[in-house]
């Protein structure tokens, strides 16, 4: 007698699952349900027509008085808190995980002495180490919400750091507070006033131990190129002809570390000061047209390349005792050429690097 053994470890083909299919139902077209049941409640999905009598039946009615006790919530699972078995990829050390861009209302510190509420954009990250599989990225929430009524600075972003840090059992650590910062200007030349609105992001990053503190303020300003300034004088003194030069909206992103041993506080509207000292053609909220003709008056009187905005920002913020560590970055998006001008410059460690964001210069437009 001959007996064949099937190969269960050979991969299935589609012919080899009909058959498979027609044996089952030819089984349970001479079995009872009792019999369908007790083998697999599984089997009856592939029966048509057939309900199986032992499938759970699961409500379909949510229920707002069920609450979760400790006992329920023991029960339930955590994949994220996992062994490091469940490591998928590589079980390496992830410098930064968390959340970005949850969204509350935080109350700020005025230089004037007074508070303001604004919508701030929140990015928390923590470190995981090799050989932990995740976090619970509520508890970045839930840890930075404890101080989320409080008036904030540096010293409570702190606080929160601390926090999250412990519930997370974390090494290193981010937090990244984002908004939009309104100061009330004056135009130029006819006293109309108007609110201009700075992207400022505060940052606090804990690493090996050491914890910095981070401001970043996009200013957006004129850019009247000199060149194109002298090239026009030339063609209205040699041949009477009428010519303007190019200007373009630009914008700069000072990024800078505040010196921990600074005697006073650097403020935000400091750094919009600095960056006024430095290149005093800001975009204007109100104008009229005295403050038109103003704007281009103050443009010619300061023509600059791109080059120059580097090294002019660089000159306020270097003397500034209350920075240490700082980077410009500045993006002329000519109004000349299909292309932009752009400029890097860094002092010191902290922003000192090899490579760039292939999108860093695309994420200056300033959009309004």
């Known amino acids: 007698m001959n007996i064949f053994t099937p190969d269960v470890d050979k991969d299935p083909t589609r012919q080899d699952l009909e058959d498979a299919l027609r044996v089952i139902r030819k089984w349970a077209a001479n ?34 008085d069920f609450r979760a006790d400790d006992a329920y919530r023991e029960t339930l699972p955590d994949l994220q808190n996992g062994p490091a078995s469940l490591i998928r990829g590589e079980a390496t050390q992830i410098q930064h995980v968390g959340i970005s861009n949850f969204r509350l209302p935080v109350r700020y510190r005025l230089r004037c002495g007074g508070e303001t509420t604004l919508e701030t954009s929140v990015t928390g990250t923590v470190s995981l180490e090799a050989e932990k599989k ?18 904030f600075s540096f010293g409570v972003m702190s606080r929160a750091l601390d926090d999250y840090m412990s519930d997370l059992d974390s090494f290193d650590a981010r937090i990244q507070m984002r908004f939009s910062f309104p100061m009330k200007v004056e135009s130029l030349r006819s006293g109309l006033q108007g609110y201009q609105y700075y992207d400022f992001a505060m940052e ?15 200013y957006v300003y004129s850019s009247t190129c000199p060149c194109s300034l002298e090239l026009s004088e030339h063609a209205r003194q040699y ?20 010196d921990p041993e600074a005697d006073e506080r650097l403020w935000f509207e400091d750094m919009v000061d600095m960056a006024r000292a430095a290149v005093p053609t800001e975009t204007q909220v109100m104008v009229k047209r005295e403050d038109e003709q103003a704007f281009a008056e103050l443009n010619a009187a300061n023509p600059i390349f791109v080059e120059d905005a580097a090294r ?3 000159e306020q913020l270097r003397a ?27 002092n010191g460690p902290t922003f000192a690097a090899e490579s760039l964001d292939p999108k860093l ?8």
């Open 361 to 368: 210069f695309t994420s200056l437009f300033h959009v309004g």
């Open 204 to 218: 606090l990053v804990e690493r090996a131990g050491v914890r910095k503190k981070i401001f970043h303020l996009d």
């Open 31 to 64: 079995a009872t349900a009792e019999e369908i049941d007790a083998l697999d409640p599984a089997i009856a999905r592939t029966l048509p027509g057939y309900n199986a009598r032992n499938y759970p039946d699961l409500s379909r009615i949510y229920d707002p």
């Open 239 to 258: 041949r009477g002809q009428l010519a303007t030069p190019h200007s373009q909206r630009s914008v700069a992103r000072l990024s800078v570390l505040v």
């Open 312 to 314: 002019l920002f660089c």
């Open 320 to 346: 500034d005792p209350r920075i240490g560590d700082f980077r410009v970055i500045a993006s002329h998006q000519e109004s000349l050429h299909s292309h932009d001008a752009v400029s890097v410059l860094t």
């Open 134 to 151: 995740g976090i619970n990225m509520s508890r970045i929430m839930r840890s930075f919400y404890k101080h989320a009524e409080e008036t």
